[in-house]
């Protein structure tokens, strides 16, 4: 596979002032029981096939072991984790870097996958998208405003003009808005 084939999607859910976390580090906030009667309702079967299109998913180590706390969503899907600290896992498709995110994913990561997501958190979102490593950003957006915690976007300090390939309105109020990243 050539690196030329190979996406990176930036995923995060925030609310909708922004916000990725409630003060306190919490995200019980992302479950809606909100009821948008023009919505789609996923079936378990779309979910299903569209998890299965992913082929590996990159993380900060909070994300990660919000996911562990959550019931891990990534099955056996191949993650990569990247954090300074020492940490450990059971999971044969978890890895730990440390290294140079440009390396990771251009010489790592997109020899090897077609569709790789970022999913989260706010720092590697922001260190991503400096970097440009990333080529579509979707954004699903929450029925709730939390009014403080931790920002999805928080002065990334360069412009970066994109481009609206979808929107999609969900039954539970949830609103997923994609992007291409435009490249200079």
């Not at 290294?99 to 989260?120: A, C």
Request: net charge negative.
């Amino acid at each position: 596979m050539t690196t030329n084939t190979a996406k990176v999607t930036i995923h995060m859910v925030a609310s909708l002032d922004g916000f990725i976390a409630t003060k306190d580090g919490s995200i019980s906030w992302l479950q809606s029981t909100d009821n948008y009667e023009k919505g789609i309702t996923l079936t378990e079967e779309a979910v299903a096939a569209f998890i299965r299109s992913i082929d590996c998913y990159v993380m900060g180590s909070r994300t990660y072991e919000h996911a562990l706390e959550l019931g891990w969503p990534y099955g056996e899907v191949p993650v990569t984790v990247l954090t300074r600290r020492k940490l450990t896992t059971d999971r044969n498709n978890v890895e730990f870097y440390a290294g140079d995110p440009d390396k990771l994913v251009n010489e790592g990561l997109k020899p090897k996958y077609r569709n790789i997501w970022m999913v989260g958190g706010a720092m590697l979102t922001k260190d991503f998208l400096r970097r440009k490593l990333g080529d579509d950003i979707i954004i699903s957006i929450m029925p709730v405003m939390l009014g403080g915690g931790t920002l999805f976007f928080d002065y990334i300090g360069q412009e970066q003009a994109l481009h609206l390939k979808d929107v999609t309105a969900y039954k539970d109020g949830m609103v997923e808005l994609w992007y291409e990243i435009k490249k200079d």
